[in-house]
């Protein structure tokens, strides 16, 4: 800007340095923060007590089957192999045989009806059981003598079966060994413990295309997760073309430096001032064809999108959109049409600010034009589905902080809180709202979800608590808050009649940093989440696996939950299922959405999936843990001797997180660990020198100056570097 405020153009930062952090204050986050730095030595200490395990005594697939019986040695196939069908099976077929070409160069010869017989891979829908579970169950056997069989007890348990089928591949066929497929001889029989497992996408706060988003598709396919909650709408950002309502995208759609009443939303979490910038994520959304290709091939992998429209509050990019569409309209005289689908109320006063700091995110619900748009929105989100031949089954909409201070101060929402005095607070109005956009809902048969807080009203003490009036509407509540007086209120609800998907942010945040390294990337506002955080989720007791809060303070686990509400046994089946959440504020493009999210969601799929570890039940606190200790070993080695390598080739390839290996210089000698035991540590004293040159760590070595080393998989992916002086 000038000096009488006029804008003169944009200056871009393009040289800046960060400094590096030497103070405790710059690494911990609060004065009351006793998360341990995670220097090279802590790490050291953290994984001394991991073995490593032997390929016959890892995980044979993850996640884990209910029931595996091995038999003796491998079976070898000759190309091409046979994949044999029933006609409406032919989707299953179709994908595994892509599937075998992908990743071994064997074909695969697709021929419908029954058959059986040495090199053939039988599909087939038989209504089979396991352990009492009659949809998406299977069971797969891999014979002596060449043949292997796949029965669902339904087109997604087959699908399932094929997954499997491919987790058993070889790590090494799909890192290049060009002999016979080997498979080993093996009988599963497998059924998911939760018929409802997620994992939420944020697309608002920075953009992924949807070459990206399907990619995410098939790994969780792969890891059997059936949910996409696809969070498309927020302050930050409209991700999905509205028809009728171009301002939504044209507006709300993209990033840059902007006056106030410029067309386009200001920059936010590193978008940059100029829209569409290479290397920026900021702008960007999908066309009516786009999100009809992603309904599609969601569909074709068994994972059902459930679309998230957030209102009330998060609402900002809706909000300037339409301010955007009224202005038109009233300039060309059409005052109507510029308040068809207005969301604010102009004279509205009321003070607030959201925890983004936001002063202007929230929808007036007194204002009528704002359920023609919720009907707008709905009514063309239907019609994606229904072009794209997608069942269009639930709709989440959102219902999370509204700011205290909302709709106080005006005169649209004082009229009403005067015609219903029964609403007794205007933060209530937010109950009044969920109830007729959930009976909007119903009307267009439709499953409403929506964040906690749409099941909560306050109390006469102003407290936030569970709503009873709304436990028989069927409202799948999301519980995301566990941590002080929160920690119960999942199951607070499921005893209350509510149904429950459990995404809790101690556990399953996969936007949050591994730990608190400096150079690790991600959120801490809740605190740090890690893989076995996502593994050892206890869904029907999580107060045995949060074991600290989240500024790092060990919980005391019997004093601190002694008056926590219990799941009463009754109220079990209230728990639909686990989400995990990769927020998108510290998220950048597709190397980043793959490393938040691997291999952490491998642990996440192990809790959703599998059955009840033997710890979840163990009363005895040393008994349990070191129950959790037997099974991580196991899971890390895993991790590192199959998943990672495994996840460098699968679907073009994943880039996971591999973790910086641990390392002390004590007496002159070099000692080093990893937290997945099977990984390869490399070392050097010459940081220049490629990583091929690097020496490969077996035990102690003297040294006698700095050393720097790395972590690196069978695939040759490598963690960033250490040193240790």
């Not at 900021?282 to 459930?306: C, K, M, P, Q, T």
């Not at 519980?479 to 942010?505: E, F, K, M, Q, S």
């Not at 980043?592 to 642990?603: D, K, Q, S, T, V």
Request: proline share 6%.
């Amino acid at each position: 800007y000038d000096g009488e405020g006029e804008e003169t153009g944009i200056v871009p930062v393009e040289h800046y340095e960060v400094k590096p952090f030497v103070r405790p204050e710059q690494m911990t986050r609060h004065r009351n923060d006793q998360v341990p730095l995670n220097t090279s030595a802590f790490r050291y200490r953290d994984a001394k007590d991991l073995t490593l395990l032997e390929p016959g005594e890892l995980l044979p697939v993850v996640p884990t089957p209910r029931q595996l019986e091995t038999g003796n040695g491998v079976v070898s196939f000759t190309d091409p192999v046979t994949v044999a069908f029933p006609g409406e099976l032919e989707p299953e077929a179709a994908h595994l045989a892509r599937l075998l070409e992908e990743l071994t160069g064997y074909s695969a010869i697709l021929r419908e009806g029954g058959e059986s017989g040495p090199n053939t891979i039988s599909l087939s829908c038989t209504g089979l059981e396991v352990d009492g579970r009659d949809r998406e169950a299977y069971r797969l056997r891999v014979d002596p003598d060449g043949f292997v069989e796949i029965e669902g007890s339904d087109a997604a348990g087959v699908f399932y079966g094929t997954q499997t089928l491919i987790g058993l591949l070889p790590v090494e066929r799909l890192l290049g060994d060009t002999g016979n497929l080997r498979l080993p001889v093996v009988h599963i029989d497998d059924a998911p413990r939760f018929g409802y497992r997620g994992l939420l996408v944020d697309v608002a706060r920075n953009f992924q295309t949807a070459e990206t988003i399907k990619k995410v598709l098939d790994l969780m396919a792969y890891y059997k997760l059936n949910t996409l909650h696809f969070y498309l709408t927020d302050d930050e950002g409209w991700r999905v073309e509205i028809r009728g309502l171009p301002e939504l995208t044209e507006v709300g759609g993209q990033r840059g430096h902007t006056s106030l009443d410029a067309p386009r939303l200001p920059p936010a979490y590193g978008s940059g001032p100029f829209p569409y910038a290479e290397g920026t994520y900021g702008s960007g959304y999908y066309s009516r064809e786009a999100f009809i290709d992603i309904l599609r091939y969601a569909h074709d992998r068994h994972i059902r999108v459930i679309p998230s429209i957030n209102l009330p509050a998060h609402a900002s990019a809706a909000i300037k959109s339409m301010e955007a569409r009224y202005e038109r309209f009233m300039e060309k005289g059409d005052e109507a049409a510029a308040n068809e689908f207005r969301l604010i109320d102009p004279e509205d006063e009321s003070e607030y600010a959201s925890p983004q700091s936001y002063t202007d995110n929230v929808v007036n619900v007194a204002r009528e034009s704002v359920y023609r748009f919720f009907d707008k929105v709905i009514d063309e989100l239907a019609a994606l589905y229904e072009e794209a031949g997608v069942p269009f089954t639930m709709v989440h909409t959102g219902g999370d902080e509204v700011a205290v201070g909302a709709w106080t101060a005006s005169p649209i929402a004082d009229a009403l809180l005067a015609e219903r005095p029964d609403i007794t607070d205007p933060q209530n109005l937010q109950a009044y709202f969920s109830e007729r956009t959930i009976a909007k809902l119903r009307e267009r048969n439709l499953e409403v979800g929506g964040w906690e807080e749409v099941a909560q009203v306050r109390d006469e003490r102003g407290r936030f608590v569970p709503n009873p009036d709304f436990s028989d509407d069927d409202i799948v509540t999301y519980a995301w808050r566990n941590d002080a007086r929160t920690r119960d209120l999942g199951y607070r609800l499921a005893n209350l009649g509510y149904p429950v998907i459990l995404c809790h942010r101690s556990n399953v945040y996969f936007d949050l940093a591994y730990n608190n390294h400096p150079e690790e990337p991600g959120h801490y506002s809740a605190g740090f989440v890690t893989t076995r955080d996502a593994w050892q989720y206890a869904p029907f007791n999580v107060f045995v696996t949060s074991l600290r809060t989240r500024m790092g303070r060990e919980i005391d686990l019997v004093e601190e939950n002694r008056d926590m509400e219990r799941l009463n046994p009754e109220a079990k089946g209230n728990i639909l299922g686990l989400q995990a959440q990769v927020w998108s504020e510290a998220v950048f493009g597709v190397e980043g959405l793959e490393f938040h999210l691997l291999p952490r969601l491998a642990g996440f799929a192990e809790s959703a999936w599998a059955a009840e570890r033997d710890f979840e039940t163990i009363v005895d606190r040393e008994a349990r843990e070191r129950a959790m200790d037997r099974g991580w070993n196991r899971f890390a080695n895993t991790l590192a001797q199959r998943e990672l390598p495994r996840l460098a080739v699968l679907f073009g390839g994943y880039g996971a997180r591999v973790p910086p290996p641990g390392a002390v210089i004590e007496g002159g000698r070099l000692k080093a660990n990893v937290k997945y035991p099977g990984l390869e540590i490399r070392f050097t004293g010459d940081g220049d020198a490629p990583l091929a040159d690097w020496e490969t760590y077996t035990g102690p070595v003297e040294t006698s100056g700095p050393v720097i080393l790395k972590a690196v998989d069978r695939s040759g992916r490598a963690s960033r570097h250490i040193s240790v002086d």
